[in-house]
């Protein structure tokens, strides 16, 4: 008798992952499923839900890396499982963190002796170097004030209102108030003179920024070092100036060598700059650098043996992965000086591209400037009809993330859109974006504006509900956009 043997439907060696009912059924989204599944199959679901993300690199909100040589993602992926913390186990990649520490710090001028090591610790981001940054600086100034027998329960730090985000949350979680320099329309970064006269007593730093998020601009720290040298002899006090140049310390030394912001001012004790950004490295690296010892407290910095070693520590987290440290010493000595100079010139010149197209459309005031971080910001000249947050939501159609946001107090009524220009925007993208801006505004032209459809119908039909209007309008645009679509699609 001839025995046969039959497939189960549960077998899945016959069956193509997509034909499997593993990806004919959904999985719980918030709980653990019961059983498992093929990795053929788990890793299909997650790709395909992956699809619908934007493209990274048409996202032209971020400052952060989008691109990076594959031989860059061979050494990643390489020391993907090597934890950074275990220094003992890791000597070499500790070896090359500590070498990126010393080549950025002579890059920021830190005033070290020929053998002197420099001060300084990679991070997760320029968030966690603001952080330690802080921290140093607020001990520093309890320290001195415990000395001289006066209070120290209520430090503050000077900004200006443009700062990001992270200094807010380092004041909240470490009790420190934010002084903010307001800003103005035409004038969007921290002015140095109203910044000086908010010091007081209580200021464990002046924070400037190399950089600005908002419109990529320079702060004069120069002049900031200069007013502050000056109300420190007058005053007896000793306030330094911290330098956030998390998106500008990678561009002004290549490209802006003559311009004074970093260790040659003597008031500049600590600077933070991200790897991440113009460092050229994927997400996940920054860097803070202090000016010498005396400037970073040795009682913040930890010192653990059960790894098997002694190993000083002065960090806000513990484990983490090694590949962003190995490839920004790829990036230093793939690129060197030379090579860091001619991306960050062809940046500006590709922004200078973009930012001549928008002008020649007739439609937008540039916000940014020619010299600092290469972005353009930008704002419609008439913005009555419609808006840029308008410009911004159609522009997602061609597959562009740009963002649109108000300013900071006090120029919250200007509203702008920006595009930052990253090492992978080439020239040819600069171009086709403007058209597809151009594109974007003639038919936002031909649509009418919402506030007008609202005036219309409650002048016709007198003074209507808040809720009522809305409704209309909504039913209205429907309407409308129905319209175009169908005659777009007839066929003449």
């Given amino acids: 008798m001839v025995l046969s043997n039959t497939f189960s439907d549960s077998d899945e060696s016959i069956h193509s992952t997509f034909a499997s009912r593993y990806v004919r059924t959904s999985l719980p989204r918030f709980k653990m499923p019961e059983n498992s599944i093929p990795k053929d199959a788990a890793y299909q679901i997650i790709n395909d839900e992956l699809m619908l993300d934007g493209n990274p690199r048409l996202n032209l909100a971020s ?21 950074y913390v275990d220094m003992d186990e890791y000597p070499v990649t500790t070896e090359l963190q500590n070498r990126c520490v010393n080549m950025i710090a002579h890059l920021f001028n830190a005033p070290l002796e020929d053998s002197e090591a420099a001060v300084g610790v990679g991070t997760v981001g320029s968030s966690e170097a603001i952080m330690l940054a802080g921290l140093a600086f607020k001990r520093k100034w309890q320290n001195t004030r415990k000395a001289q027998g006066l209070p120290y329960d209520k430090p503050n730090i000077v900004t200006g209102a443009n700062v990001q985000v992270c200094w807010e949350k380092f004041a909240r979680y470490f009790e420190v108030e934010l002084k903010e320099v307001k ?7 921290m002015d140095p003179v109203k910044a000086v006269e908010m010091v007081d007593e209580n200021t464990i730093c002046v924070a400037a920024i190399l950089g600005s998020t908002l419109n990529g601009e320079f702060e004069d720290v120069k002049l900031l070092n200069d007013l502050l040298l000056e109300k420190n002899k007058q005053t007896g006090w000793d306030t330094p100036i911290h330098v956030d140049a998390a998106s500008g310390g990678f561009i002004a030394p290549f490209i802006y060598p003559e311009l004074e912001w970093d260790f ?48 000083p520590t002065f960090t806000l987290n513990f484990s983490k992965g090694s590949s962003q440290v190995i490839a920004q010493y790829y990036q230093l000595i793939r690129l060197g000086f030379e090579g860091y100079r001619n991306v960050m010139e062809n ?72 595009v930052v220009i990253r090492e992978d925007f080439s020239r040819t993208l600069a171009e086709r974006l403007v058209l597809d801006i151009t594109k974007v505004l003639h038919e936002l032209d031909s649509m009418p504006s919402k506030l007008i459809i609202a005036a219309q119908q409650n002048g016709k039909n007198g003074k209507k509900t808040e809720m009522e209007t809305q409704r209309e309008v909504a039913t209205y645009w429907k309407k409308f956009v129905s319209d175009i679509k169908t005659n777009r699609n007839k066929i003449c």
């Fill in 63 to 83: 400052f952060v890396t989008t691109w990076m040589e594959p031989e860059c993602d061979k050494l990643m992926m390489a020391s993907i499982n090597k934890n």
């Fill in 264 to 311: 040659r001012l003597p008031l500049v004790k600590s600077i933070n700059v991200s790897g991440h950004k113009y460092g050229l490295v994927y997400a996940g690296i920054g860097w803070v650098i202090w000016r010498s010892k005396e400037d970073l407290p040795e009682e913040l910095i930890f010192h653990i043996n059960y790894l098997g070693a002694d190993q």
């Fill in 347 to 418: 940046c500006h010149e590709n922004a200078m591209v973009l930012k001549q197209g928008l002008k020649k459309t007739g439609r937008f005031n540039i916000v940014s400037k020619d010299d600092g971080v290469p972005l353009v910001a930008f704002s419609l000249k008439d913005n009555k009809r419609h808006d840029e947050f308008e410009v911004a939501e159609m522009l997602r159609r061609f597959g562009w993330i740009v963002p649109a946001y108000t300013m900071p107090a006090d120029a919250q009524h200007v509203t702008v859109l920006r």
């Fill in 183 to 189: 800003l103005s329309e035409g004038y969007y970064v």
